[in-house]
């Protein structure tokens, strides 16, 4: 069973950084976050290959670092100079043999 688990998340105020890590329990190629803020859809936040090809949403750009440890299973999401707009729930996701998994997300919020 593919199981994601994130971590990470908290109350941190604008302009900190915080850096969220999801650990799989199998090696998964195609990994990313996503956030959701409240009342808002889920949107994409970054993705990452195994060969560590990344994309990341404009919103993000220049200001968070998507990575990984291949052999722990374990992506991370490094967050700086965080905007109260990046509060959310960030949900780790993984694509394997063209199923989605999801973690149970992690909150964070970023106060003003």
Same mark, same amino acid.
């Given at each position: 069973?593919?199981?994601?688990?994130?971590?990470?998340?908290?109350?941190?105020?604008?302009?900190?950084?915080?850096? &969220?890590?999801?650990?799989?329990?199998?090696?998964?190629?195609?990994?990313?976050? #996503?956030?959701?803020? *409240?009342?808002?859809?889920?949107?994409?936040?970054?993705?990452?290959?195994?060969?560590?090809?990344?994309?990341?949403?404009?919103?993000?750009?220049?200001?968070?670092?998507?990575?990984?440890?291949?052999?722990?299973?374990?992506? #991370? &999401?490094?967050?700086?100079? &965080?905007? *109260?707009?990046?509060?959310?729930? #960030? #949900?780790?996701?993984?694509? &394997?043999?063209?199923?989605?998994?999801?973690?149970?997300?992690?909150?964070?919020?970023?106060?003003?």
């Amino acid at each position: 069973q593919v199981q994601l688990v994130e971590s990470g998340g908290g109350l941190v105020q604008a302009g900190g950084s915080l850096r &969220l890590s999801c650990a799989a329990s199998v090696s998964i190629n195609f990994m990313g976050w #996503y956030r959701q803020a *409240p009342g808002k859809q889920r949107d994409l936040v970054a993705t990452i290959t195994n060969g560590e090809t990344t994309t990341y949403a404009d919103s993000v750009k220049g200001r968070f670092t998507i990575s990984r440890d291949n052999a722990k299973n374990t992506v #991370y &999401l490094q967050m700086n100079s &965080l905007k *109260p707009e990046d509060t959310g729930v #960030y #949900y780790c996701n993984g694509v &394997l043999w063209g199923r989605n998994y999801w973690g149970k997300g992690t909150l964070v919020t970023v106060s003003s």
